[in-house]
């Protein structure tokens, strides 16, 4: 990283590193759910549903690169190896193994609930602190509050067909 531009780092650097790592590791399991849930989904809506979901695969991906980028620019190495994925991940894995509409809807909702608090304690830490990583955390949380409200209204839209 430049010098002029680690001085504009009020905080403990390889501590930030390790935190945006972790968000790494959550992003690519979080790209993974959403783009194997689009490819397996079935029941009602599922065209909508599998164009919202790989829409949101193509945002966890972005989101991704946006830490990578960043990482690097701290002196940091990204997480190399996806193995690392597992042992870092705040949010965990869900596999869709049941394809239903419903259930993939729901643990992608949950997903995206953990991915809020993550990113919620993000902003948080870097405020003040690192405004480059705090506006870019900032970004990523918008995109994970619009992500939660997507799902959920497409959720409640297939449950009131069913009354
Ligand atoms: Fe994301
Ligand atoms: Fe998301
Ligand atoms: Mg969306």
């Given at each position: 990283?430049?010098?002029?531009?680690?001085?504009?780092?009020?905080?403990d650097v390889d501590e930030l590193i390790e935190l945006l790592n972790k968000a790494l590791a959550d992003e690519w399991l979080a790209y993974y759910q959403y783009w194997t849930g689009a490819k397996v989904v079935e029941g009602a809506?599922?065209?909508?549903?599998?164009?919202?979901?790989?829409?949101?695969a193509n945002d966890e991906l972005r989101h991704a690169d946006m830490l990578v980028e960043r990482i690097i620019q701290l002196g940091g190495v990204p997480l190399l190896d996806p193995k690392e994925w597992y042992e870092k991940t705040n949010c965990e894995y869900l596999?869709?193994?049941?394809?239903?509409?419903?259930?993939?809807?729901?643990?992608?909702?949950?997903?995206?609930?953990?991915?809020?608090d993550v990113y919620r304690k993000l902003t948080e830490l870097t405020?003040?602190?690192?405004?480059?990583?705090?506006?870019?955390?900032?970004?990523?949380?918008?995109?994970?509050?619009?992500?939660?409200?997507?799902?959920?209204?497409?959720?409640?839209?297939?449950?009131?067909?069913?009354?």
């Open positions: 990283m430049g010098t002029k531009g680690r001085e504009l780092v009020k905080m809506m599922r065209g909508e549903a599998e164009a919202e979901l790989i829409e949101h596999p869709p193994t049941d394809p239903s509409v419903i259930k993939i809807l729901e643990q992608n909702i949950e997903g995206e609930q953990c991915a809020i405020r003040d602190k690192d405004e480059i990583t705090y506006f870019m955390v900032l970004e990523i949380l918008k995109d994970e509050v619009e992500h939660e409200e997507d799902l959920q209204t497409l959720l409640e839209d297939i449950e009131k067909m069913h009354k």
